[in-house]
């Protein structure tokens, strides 16, 4: 089992420098959604937003470590996503469902199937 440090070390060393960057960009994105939503009360449909972010720094994460698991597990993530939002946008049914990074994560998921070989 690898300490944080190390854990730290091989996300930022293994993958390509832009994993990483991507990777404090879902973190500071993460941030950035719990502090907007801190005023909603909880058991509210906006803070299904952040359970979207939480997913897809998870796997993002993974995927910095080079686990197939990850770079899948955000793939599937983002087709799911794309179908919430083609089914809300033509459907009648409300935004508040549906992921606003939908766009950014389609390019993320090209970058990691161009590197998908890479993964272990």
């Not at 939503?37 to 897809?56: C, G, H, K, Q, S």
């Not at 686990?67 to 955000?74: I, M, N, P």
């Not at 179908?83 to 390019?107: C, E, G, S, T, W």
Request: net charge positive; proline share 5%; hydrophobic share 55%.
């Amino acid at each position: 089992m690898r300490t944080i440090r190390e854990f730290t070390i091989d996300i930022v060393r293994k993958p390509p420098i832009a994993f990483p960057l991507i990777g404090l960009f879902h973190l500071l994105l993460l941030l950035w959604v719990f502090w907007s939503d801190r005023t909603e009360p909880f058991p509210n449909v906006v803070w299904l937003e952040a359970v979207w972010m939480i997913a897809y720094t998870t796997f993002w994460i993974a995927a910095c470590d080079m686990r197939k698991w990850g770079a899948l597990g955000y793939i599937v993530l983002t087709v799911f996503s794309m179908a919430i939002f083609f089914a809300a946008r033509y459907n009648k049914i409300p935004q508040d469902y549906v992921n606003n990074m939908h766009f950014f994560d389609v390019l993320f998921s090209m970058l990691l199937l161009y590197y998908y070989k890479n993964f272990s």
